[in-house]
């Protein structure tokens, strides 16, 4: 990937991309289920927060360093810092975390696929029953649809015909969007979607806890794709014709919306099928949530389409939240295999294979941990909790890492590749930007508060979920 790098060709397409890869379970299925277990309009008003205040800068700041060092993570670290051993940890960290993630992320995407073929062949009915989940998940089917699913990304990291799914993503993202309208439209419709409005949209400021200021940051965190190095990757490729800071702001505004969606197309739901829930056991939601949910909004839909109808619309919109999620992928393997290649000099098949048979054993691990062995079920205790494998997975990938390398990349930015740079980097595509007020909150605050709070919140996740006690409970 070193030597003149491929770029986009429009603005347009850079959003595009970078938005296909942005958009996927974090916000189809992770924000909804955050959303529910941490108050709800609480957890929206500080999720806006960290994505206008927090989350936009440090995106900034990531595509800049992409572009301005046309590398991937690990090289982009190693060239601004001259291979200095400290930094090196930022560069590698921003390989090793996008690999895990893309671990537990291939055992939700062979859920959706499993989903999609299930509506496909008529089964919503059975789909839409509580205990179908659960029983999914620890059947030897699961198997057959992991297999599919690795031999098929292998195909499409290997043959080059990836340039064509992210065209495709194009086309099929904007789908995805106009049909999680139309839903969630239809779900308002419904008797008692109101009493899910109201807990999704009035704010009660006493919800607000350190837990759900944790959540919220980890969840936006993941959803715009931050902390893993893809957008450093994602910047490489951005022509010095382009805007980064404009750029950043339309896939934080594409990203959040999608969410927003999610959130109001779920939330309500659940008051629709259970007008008697009670607000206070939404804390224990899990992604089981999702899951069990879209079926039933989807048989519900029987009334108007009959059953056919409602089956192939769920396995479209299956098919459609299935796809934002194998485009993630592959642009999640995308950042540890162009860092073996161009840093250990691997070629593009041995990096994949490598990368590959590794993931492969980490994913097999999480498959069999909802109960399919012993071992990897009741893997750890910690935090006053029993975890399985896969739950360490989520709780340090997606739960608590990502702070951390938002942090460093704070600090990498403004103490050693210097603000004077950095804004020269941004100024390129983008003369209006000296002086904007773009330019002043971006400078102000990556060099002041953003890495404060971004510290405080790690060492804070760590104490909740790790030691199970919260700083605030000793102030
Ligand atoms: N942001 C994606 C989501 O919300 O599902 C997840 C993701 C995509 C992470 C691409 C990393 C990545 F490279």
Known sequence: MSGQREQFRSRLGFILAAAGSAVGIGNLVGFPVNAAKSGGAAFLLVYAAFVLFICLPVMIAEMSLGRHTQRNPLGAYNSVSHNSGV???????AIITPFM?????????????????????????????????????????VFVYLVVLTILIGFILNSGVQKG?????????????????????????????????????????????????????????????????I????????SKRESISGGAKMVALVDTSVAFFAGLLILPAIFVFNPATDTGELTTSSVSLVFTFLPKIFLSLQDV?????????????FLLVFFAALTSQVSILQVPISAFQ????????????SLGACAALLVIACTVSFGMVAFFTNFISYGGADKSFFDVVIDVFYDTILPLNGFIVCLFVMYRWKTANWNQELTEGDAAFVGSWTQKYVNF?????????????????????FFGFSLTDYL
């Open 101 to 141: 993630i893309a671990v537990f992320y291939q055992v939700l995407t062979v859920w959706l696929l499993a989903y999609f073929i299930g509506a496909l062949s008529g089964n919503l009915d059975a789909m839409a029953q509580p205990q179908y989940f659960g029983e999914f998940i620890n059947s030897n089917t």
């Open 445 to 465: 605050s990556v060099k002041t508060f953003i890495p404060v709070v971004l510290f405080l919140v790690f060492i804070n996740t760590v104490c909740i979920k």
């Open 342 to 353: 161009d840093e250990l000099g691997y070629s593009r098949l041995k990096s994949v294979w």
């Open 87 to 93: 930094w090196r940890i930022g560069g590698w960290l």
């Open 165 to 229: 799914i992210e065209r495709l993503a194009k086309v099929l993202m904007p789908t995805l969007f106009v049909m999680l309208l139309l839903l969630t439209a239809f779900v308002l419709t419904l008797p008692n979607a109101l009493i899910g409005v109201k807990y999704y949209l009035v704010p009660d400021l006493a919800k607000i806890s350190p837990e759900v200021i944790s959540n919220a940051l980890a969840q936006a965190f993941f959803s715009l794709s931050l902390g893993m190095g």
């Open 231 to 238: 957008l450093i990757t994602y910047g490489s490729y951005v």
């Open 305 to 317: 389409f009959g059953y056919t109808g409602a089956n192939l619309f769920a396995s479209a919109f």
